[in-house]
Each structure stands twice: as C-alpha cells, then as structure tokens.
C-alpha cells in the first residue's frame, strides 16, 4: 500500500505527467487516430520538461544572487522557499502529505464535475506545497490521522478549484480568453495585481507598446533584454559583496560570473518560453474532450510560468519591483521588530512577475509596477506572520512564500487560537456551501461565460 502511495504521488506532484494523462484522457474523449493521441498526449509533457528544465536554470543562477546580496549587504533572516520547508516537512509528515495530496486532486474533479466551479488544477508541484502546508499546520492544533487527511484533502481540493475562480475575470483579460485559469498559489497576488491596474492604471499605455528607438534596437528582442538587466543585477551586486566572497562561489572573475550568470538566467527564460508554446499548442485542445465529454465546461488551470509569452516585458518590470518591494518589506520588518524575512530570489521572479503581468494587462505601466510592487510588500510581511503557525515544528529557520500558502497558514492558525479544533470544521463546512451556493443561484457563473472579452476589457 505504501508503495503505491508513494507511486501515485510521484505521478500527481508531477505537473507533466499529470498534464499528459489529462491530455490523453480528453484526447481518448474525441476520439481522435492514434497518431494524434500520441503527439497530442507527448507534447504537454515535452512542453512542460521544457518549462521546468528552464525553470530550474532560472533557479540555478538565482540561488547564488540571494547569498551574494545577503553577503554585500550584511542580512540574516528567514528565506522562504517552498521547496526547502517541502523537504523538512516530508521527513515529519510524509504519509499524510502523500494523502492529501491524492484525495485533494479527487477531490477537485469532484468539485469540478458536481458544482459551477470547473477548473481542473494541473499544477502538481504547487499542490504538494499546499498539501504540506496543511497536514503542518493542522497537526500543530493537535488534529491528526484520518481527520487530518480528509479535512487537507478537502481544502486543498476544493481550493484547486475556487482558487482559478476567484479572478478569472482578469485571467481572461490577461490571456485574451486564451482557454486557460490560473493554477498557481501565488493566485491571490495576481488579481489584487489585477484589481489595482485596473482600478488605478490605463490599460491602452503598456509596456508591450513602448516603442524602442533604432539606436538599442537589441533591446526589442525579449531574451536579450533580459539578458542584459540580469547582467547588470548580477554584476553590482557581486561588486559590492566584493572579490573575496565571489572567490567561494564561483572560481571565475567576477564580471566574467555575471555575464554568464546573467545570460544563462536569460537563456532559461528563452526555454520557458518554448515550452509554453508546446503546452498551449495541444493542451488546450485535447482539454476540448474533457469539458465536451466528461466535466462539462472544464477549464485547465496551469502553472504561473506559462503567462509569460502574454507580456514579456512585464516579466522583467514585474520581477524587479518586487524584488525592491521586497528589500522596503525587509527593512519595514526590522523597524518593526519582527522576523526578518530575505527576499527570496525565486518568489520575487515568477510571483512579481506574474502580478506584473496581470497590471500590465489590466492597468498598463501603472499596474504592472504597482501591482508587483504591492505583490513585493506581501512576499515581505505575509512570510513573518506565517512562522508562528509552522514554527513548531521545527520549520522556524525558512517558511512558505507565495501568497495562498501563507494567507491558509495564517487563516488556519488563528481560527485554531480561536476555536480549537472545531473550528477548522466550522471552516470546511462553509467552503462546501460556497461551493454549492452559485449552483442554486442561475445569474452566477464562476468560469466567467457571461461576459466577452471584449466586454471585460471595458
């Protein structure tokens, strides 16, 4: 049995794999040749391997920057990181985050399949994190077996899915109905990003229409602006941590480091970018079988990497607003006296810039820098206000970043201090009639159909 948990998890906390068996199931649904079925099926898995291999080089070049800046500007703290709190997790609560993961996943088809609430989570990693997060925080009030594992299933289930809901609005607007949801938790961020570009900002002046003069002509091309403005991060700060920290983390000169640092974190993007193609290119219509056949009107919700190619130049504004938001956070957090939290490297890139993105999208330059930079401040305080939740057990030296992890923690862990275990049940009970609500009610459609595109945009 345990065995096949732990197969089954590894399948499930494998976005590509789970991307292709979604693929081949809808694809099987339309009954397409077989050549189809195997091109249709091996393509979001090609394309997803492509989007993590250059996932992961972004990450490679990023973790260093982190320990040059702590190094050239003389900070200690906690750096979140969700893989690094994963991995110490699993060690404690292995079996009950493998099952909540699994009945979270069935859980979210359920929710699909029964209420007005039609996304499908694709992004397996993320809902390994959440499903971690849960069995932590739960055990810490005290609840723990089969109880733990039902009510973790069932939030991060029924969270799957209302999660792509909540600002679906804008993710239309964000992908010009492209035929995709947001599945990432990092969701939060993203629409109040959404929400302030288009409250405050001009969607008509973005930075996908700034207009580059002949003379940096160079500069209209995505991977080598991107190239550029990582060069020069890479290089001002391993000046100012100086030759002799450089010398223990890379043997070469240092301004022959950041040049290659920097490219190669340009050259991971240029991947991303290839591999959203590849995803977008046969998921979206194999998913066709799925809401044709199965679960009526379903939607994929994919992982936050594949909204890149929407607005390119924002991913760079996006990343460093936030990563400057990040740094007020820190020093705000000092004056404040409490724990101070280091701008994880990781977070301000793929969370700034997708809230970045998404004000662009929605509020132009405005949005794209004040929706990241608000996104920066939460990366900041929301990762302090999270410790104590998963402080005991022993998570105290890093802890969650993205916004829905940390929002769950703290959202959990006070109604715990409030009401004991009984209230974690009080709030499983009120997700599953705001499941159920839109579903007596005609006028409320949560995938977003009553409306155009055109008619959101206004």
């Not at 998921?283 to 009107?297: D, N, R, T």
Request: charged fraction near 10%; include cysteine; glycine fraction near 12%.
């Amino acid at each position: 049995m345990g065995n096949l948990l732990s197969f089954l998890k590894d399948i499930f906390s494998q976005p590509a794999f789970l991307m292709g068996l979604i693929a081949f199931i809808g694809l099987i649904a339309l009954k397409v040749p077989k050549n189809k079925l195997l091109t249709g099926t091996l393509k979001p898995i090609l394309g997803y391997l492509m989007l993590a291999a250059g996932a992961g080089v972004i990450v490679t070049q990023l973790a260093p920057l982190g320990q040059i800046i702590e190094a050239g500007f003389h900070i200690k703290g906690v750096v979140p990181n969700n893989e690094a709190i994963t991995s110490i997790a699993q060690k404690v609560l292995g079996v009950e985050t493998m099952s909540i993961l699994l009945l979270g996943f069935a859980i979210n088809l359920v929710v699909a399949k029964l209420t007005k609430f039609k996304y499908i989570f694709l992004t397996g990693h993320h809902s390994f994190f959440m499903a971690c997060l849960m069995s932590a925080v739960l055990q810490a009030s005290g609840i723990t077996g089969w109880e733990l594992i039902a009510l973790g299933g069932f939030f991060l289930g029924a969270w799957s899915a209302i999660s792509p809901a909540i600002g679906h609005r804008y993710t239309k607007v964000v992908t010009e109905d492209d035929g995709i949801a947001m599945g990432h938790f990092g969701s939060i961020q993203y629409y109040i990003a959404g929400f302030l570009g288009k409250r405050f900002g001009n969607p008509k002046d973005t930075f996908a229409d700034v207009e580059i003069s002949e003379k940096y002509g160079f500069l209209r091309d995505t991977t080598v602006t991107t190239g550029v403005v990582m060069v020069l991060i890479f290089l001002i700060t391993s000046m100012v941590a100086g030759t002799e920290f450089m010398s223990t983390i890379s043997e070469q000169n240092l301004v022959i480091f950041s040049i290659l640092a920097g490219l190669q974190f340009a050259v991971g993007v240029a991947i991303v970018y290839a591999g959203v193609k590849l995803i977008l290119g046969d998921l979206v219509p194999a998913f066709q079988g799925i809401s044709e056949k199965i679960i009526p009107k379903a939607i994929p919700a994919v992982d936050c990497a594949v909204f890149f190619t929407y607005s390119p130049t924002a991913v760079i504004v996006g990343f460093v607003t936030s990563f400057i938001a990040g740094l007020i956070g820190m020093g705000l957090l000092g004056w404040m006296g409490l724990p101070l939290i280091i701008p994880g490297m990781v977070p301000h890139f793929f969370c700034g810039a997708t809230a970045g993105i998404y004000g662009d999208k929605l509020g132009g330059k405005v949005g794209c820098i004040l929706g990241a930079f608000v996104g920066g401040l939460l990366l900041a305080f929301l990762p302090a206000f999270v410790l104590p939740a998963i402080g005991s057990l022993g998570f105290e030296s890093t802890t969650f970043s993205d916004v829905d992890f940390t929002l769950w923690g703290i959202g959990l862990s006070n109604v715990i201090k409030s009401f004991g275990s009984t209230g974690v049940y009080y709030v499983a009970l009120a997700i599953l009639v705001l499941l159920f609500i839109p579903s007596f009610i005609k006028s409320i459609d949560v995938v977003g159909n009553t409306k155009s595109y055109e008619q959101l945009t206004k």
